[in-house]
Every structure is written in C-alpha cells, then in structure tokens.
C-alpha cells in the first residue's frame, strides 16, 4: 500500500534553533498534504493544510510565521519549526491525500523536544 | 465546535479478553467516523469507518456501530492479540465523508499481554 515517510522521527534542539521535519509520498503523488500536532493528553490537532505549488492553509491559532510549510514537488511537504521554544515541544505528525480515490496516509510521526 | 473525546489509556489488557474503547463525539451536522489505529513506529492507519447512523464499520475482528441517539462510536473487539497492542484514534469529518478534515480525539493506547 502507500507509504509516507516521515523524518527525522525524533529531534532535540536548543530553544531557538530552527528544526526542518520532512514528509514524503513514496509511491504516489499528493497534491495535498496535511501537518498535526499533539500535545501530551491532547488531541491530534490540525494545524495546516498543504497544496502543490500554492501557500499553506494554517488552522485558527496556528502561527504561519513560525511554522513555515512548503509543498515545492508533489511528494514533498516540509514544516520549519522556526525559532523552537519548549512550548513548541509536541508530536507533529504529516498526511498526504492521494488524488485518485482520496485515501489519507500518514506518516510515523516526530517527536520534537526543544530544551 | 465538532470534537471528539475516546477514553483514557492505557487499557492493559490480557490476550483473548474483550476490548471496548469509548468514544463519543460532538458534531453539528451528520458526520462520517472513523477509528484508526497506530502500531509502534508506524503512522496512523484506517482500521474502519461508518458513513451514517446505524452503519456498523467492522475489520481484522473490529467493530463500531454509529450510534446517532447517544453521539458515540465504541470500538469492540471479542478477542484481542498481542498484536493489537497499538495506539487506537476515533476521529470524525463533517465534510461528507472526507478525510481531508478530520477531528482526531486523544489516542487510547491498547497493551496487550500474552
């Protein structure tokens, strides 16, 4: 089945430090990407929608200046945790939308823990 | 707004014994729901799903059953594995169906001992 790889799967940085998480489609093209969050006891949340070629759609809430998405191929998305802060310290988790019969797949997840 | 609230792990349970993960949820229009599931070091997987009320979703001995009069959608499983332990998701979409906006609740962590 489809695979979406999901890397680094844990980052521990220095607060502000920048941390670049990658997400890629293996065996299909995604137009459309997705990026969650979870915080510890919390929900998975949405934080931004992802389309080829165009600007990220961000959820209410979510800073778009502080997490720089960008969707340059069609089996690329990328999520810049800019200037990471302890309370940016959560599970962030991508998916990408096949085209064709619009199943979603996500990826393992990165754990990202900013000291 | 829509949410989702699924119980609280970790359910530790021993192999063969029956398993049933609360969910319920809040929504303002006529959701689809759908539980997925996330084995260690993979990412979150469709198990099954339920369109409209009274559509049982059901896979690999799984079943829930899309309860409209009391908002839930309870995971049950007669006889659990060791290898359904995994991190079980109930999620819904007030888009007709589409899994492009979907509403995850908290994550269950299932333990399974042999």
């Known amino acids: 089945g489809a695979v979406v790889s999901q890397h680094p799967s844990r980052v521990i940085c220095k607060s502000g430090t920048s941390v670049k998480i990658e997400c890629r489609s293996l065996?299909?093209?995604?137009?459309?990407m997705f990026w969650y969050r979870q915080f510890p006891k919390q929900s998975l949340m949405l934080m931004a929608t992802s389309n080829e070629g165009s600007k990220a759609t961000y959820e209410q809430g979510v800073e778009k200046d502080k997490f720089l998405i960008n969707h340059a191929s069609l089996t690329l998305s990328t999520l810049t945790v800019t200037s990471a802060h302890p309370e940016d310290s959560s599970f962030y988790i991508c998916?990408?939308?096949?085209?064709?019969?619009?199943?979603?797949?996500f990826g393992s997840g990165t754990q990202l823990s900013v000291l | 707004g829509d949410s989702v609230t699924q119980m609280e792990g970790p359910v530790t349970l021993s192999e063969e014994a029956c398993l049933t993960i609360?969910?319920?949820?809040?929504?303002?229009?006529?959701?689809?729901l759908f539980w997925y599931v996330q084995y260690p070091g993979e990412g979150l997987q469709l198990l099954l799903k339920a369109t409209k009320a009274d559509d049982k979703g059901s896979n690999k001995g799984f079943e829930a059953t899309y309860r409209k009069e009391t908002t839930s959608f309870h995971l049950e499983k007669g006889s659990v594995q060791v290898s359904d332990s995994a991190v079980y998701f109930c999620?819904?979409?007030?888009?007709?169906?589409?899994?492009?906006?979907?509403?995850f609740g908290t994550g269950t962590l299932l333990a399974v001992q042999p």
């Open positions: 998916s990408a939308l096949t085209g064709q019969n619009e199943k979603l797949f």
């Open positions: 999620a819904l979409s007030d888009y007709g169906g589409a899994t492009n906006k979907l509403i």
């Open positions: 609360n969910c319920t949820y809040t929504a303002t229009g006529y959701p689809s």
């Open positions: 065996d299909f093209q995604a137009t459309t």
